[in-house]
C-alpha cells in the first residue's frame, strides 16, 4: 500500500506540473486550453469552473497527462476561436509553450532539493571498510577507518554523495576533461583525527563499469560495524529451531574453523546445503556442540544453504554510523541549482553511452521499477522520497526534451526548424532591397 501510494502520489506531482508550465504559459500567450488532464483514456472526473474554457479531469490510465489547446490541426476551429488556436501563434511563443512543461520540471526538482537541504539529508558516514589490495584505492594508500571529507574540493558528508561525485568525475573523465588525467585528490580524515590527502586514480574504469556498483572496482566499501556471531532471532520451524539454537547462542567453530564475525557463519551455511554443520556454541557459560544440516534453497541460479537464524545487531553502533546534513535557506538555492544541474548532465550523459551501446539498456527503468523505488524512499522518510521526486522530475524533463516526435522536444525541434525558415527568408528579403 505504501508503494502503491508513493508511486500514485510522485506521478501525480510530477504530471501536474509538467502540464501546469503548458496550460500556464499557454494562458500568457493568449492561447485558449479546451482541457487539461492527469492521466490518458477514458475520463473518470471532470470539472468546469465558472468563467473557464477549461475543462479539468482526471482519466483512468496514471502514467501521464495532457492540455489541449485549440488547434486548427486537430479539428475543425470555430471563427470567433481562431485567434486563440495554438497554430496560430507565432513560433516563438509555440515554442515557449512547448519548453514549459520540461522546464517545470526542473523547476520543480530545484525546490524539492532545496526543501531536502533545508529539513536535512540523512545517509551513512562516508568512512571506509576494508581496502583490497591492488586496488587503486589501495595503491592511493587509502586505509580502512579513514573517513572522506572532501573530493577536489568538493565538502562530502555523506557515502551517497561520494559515489555521486566519482560517477560525474568518472563521466567527465571518459569525456577528456578530468582534472589531472582522472585523478581525484582525495581529503580524508584518519581514525587518530590526522588529515590525509590522496590521489585516487579514477581511469581505469570503464563505462560498463557504470553497469554496476562501480565503486567495488576503485576498492571503496562502506565501513560497517562488526556484527558477532551471536543469534538474536530464530525463525518458527526453521532448520536453526530444530537443531535446538537459541537467541544469544555465541557461534565459535564451524566443522571446526574459528567465527569471529556473522558472515563467516553465512558463508559456512550457505556453501554447506543439505550438508550437515557441525555447530560449536557458548550459551552463557556452557559449551555445546550441535549438528545442524543448511535447507538448500535455489537463489539467483544457484542452490544454497540456509538455516533460518539472524544474528544479534548492535543497533547503537550502526546508528553512530549515520549522519545527517542541512544548509541554511541561501546555501539550500545554491546547492539545489547545483545539484539539479548535475544530475541533468550526467542523465544526458548517460543517455548518450545507452545509444552508443557504451552502456546496458538495463539502467532505463519503467513504471514497476519508479514504483519501487517510490515505495522504498518513502519508508526512509521525507528527505529520502523529496530527492527520489526531484530526480525522478529532472529525469522527465530531460526525457520529453530529447529530439523524438511525439515530445515536446520533437515539437521543440520542428519549431526551431520553421524559426531558422523564417529567418532565411528574412534576411533574402533584406539583401533583396538593401542591394
Not at 496514471?62 to 490541426?73: A, F, H, I, Q, T
Not at 519501487?372 to 530527492?387: N, R
Request: charged letters at 20%.
Amino acid at each position: 500500500m505504501i508503494t502503491l501510494l508513493a508511486f500514485v502520489g510522485a506521478i501525480a506531482l510530477l504530471v501536474v506540473f509538467h502540464e501546469l508550465g503548458h496550460f500556464w504559459v499557454a494562458r500568457r500567450c493568449g492561447v485558449k486550453v479546451l482541457r487539461f488532464s492527469v492521466g490518458f483514456g477514458k475520463v473518470i472526473y471532470s470539472k468546469r469552473f465558472t468563467g473557464s474554457d477549461t475543462e479539468w479531469v482526471i482519466s483512468a490510465i496514471p502514467l501521464g497527462g495532457y492540455v489541449k489547446m485549440v488547434d486548427e490541426r486537430e479539428g475543425e476551429v470555430a471563427p470567433e476561436d481562431l485567434p486563440y488556436a495554438f497554430n496560430r501563434q507565432p513560433v516563438l511563443r509555440r515554442m515557449a509553450i512547448v519548453v514549459s512543461g520540461p522546464l517545470a520540471n526542473f523547476m520543480l526538482a530545484i525546490a524539492l532539493y532545496w526543501v531536502m537541504f533545508v529539513h536535512g539529508v540523512s545517509g551513512l558516514k562516508p568512512m571506509l571498510g576494508e581496502v583490497p589490495p591492488g586496488t587503486p584505492a589501495a595503491i592511493a594508500q587509502l586505509q580502512e577507518g579513514e573517513t572522506i571529507l572532501g573530493i577536489n574540493g568538493e565538502e562530502i558528508p555523506s557515502w551517497e554523495e561520494l559515489r555521486w561525485t566519482l560517477l560525474e568525475l568518472t563521466l567527465r573523465s571518459d569525456s577528456g576533461q578530468a582534472t589531472r588525467q582522472g585523478e581525484a585528490r582525495i581529503e580524508a580524515q584518519d581514525a587518530s583525527g590526522v588529515r590525509q590527502f590522496h590521489l585516487l586514480d579514477i581511469s581505469s574504469l570503464e563505462a560498463k563499469d557504470l553497469d554496476g556498483e562501480f565503486l567495488d572496482k576503485l576498492g571503496l566499501h562502506p565501513y560497517r560495524p562488526p556484527i558477532l556471531p551471536v543469534i538474536g532471532k530464530v525463525a518458527d520451524g526453521s532448520v536453526a529451531q530444530r537443531a535446538g539454537l537459541q537467541e544469544g547462542d555465541r557461534i565459535l567453530r564451524a566443522d571446526g574453523v574459528e567465527m569471529r564475525r556473522w558472515n563467516e557463519v553465512v558463508d559456512a551455511v550457505r556453501t554447506h546445503p543439505g550438508k550437515t554443520v557441525q555447530l560449536d556454541i557458548r550459551r552463557g557459560e556452557r559449551e555445546m556442540s550441535m549438528a545442524v544440516v543448511p535447507q538448500a534453497v535455489a537463489e539467483s541460479g544457484k542452490t544454497v544453504g540456509k538455516i533460518g537464524a539472524a544474528p544479534q545487531v548492535d543497533r547503537a553502533a550502526w546508528q553512530a554510523m549515520l549522519t545527517e546534513v542541512s544548509y541554511g535557506p541561501v546555501e539550500s538555492l545554491e546547492r539545489s541549482l547545483r545539484k539539479t544541474w548535475e544530475t541533468t548532465v550526467v542523465s544526458l550523459k548517460m543517455l548518450g553511452k545507452m545509444v552508443l551501446g557504451e552502456v546496458s539498456m538495463k539502467n532505463l527503468s519503467g513504471p514497476i521499477t519508479i514504483a519501487d523505488y517510490a515505495g522504498q524512499s518513502a519508508e526512509m522518510g521525507l528527505a529520502a522520497y523529496l530527492g527520489f521526486l526531484a530526480l525522478i522530475s529532472v529525469s522527465l524533463g530531460v526525457l520529453n526534451l530529447l529530439p523524438i516526435p511525439l515530445l515536446d522536444g520533437g515539437h521543440l525541434l520542428y519549431y526551431v526548424a520553421e524559426s531558422i525558415k523564417v529567418f532565411a527568408i528574412y534576411n533574402d528579403i533584406y539583401r533583396l532591397f538593401s542591394g
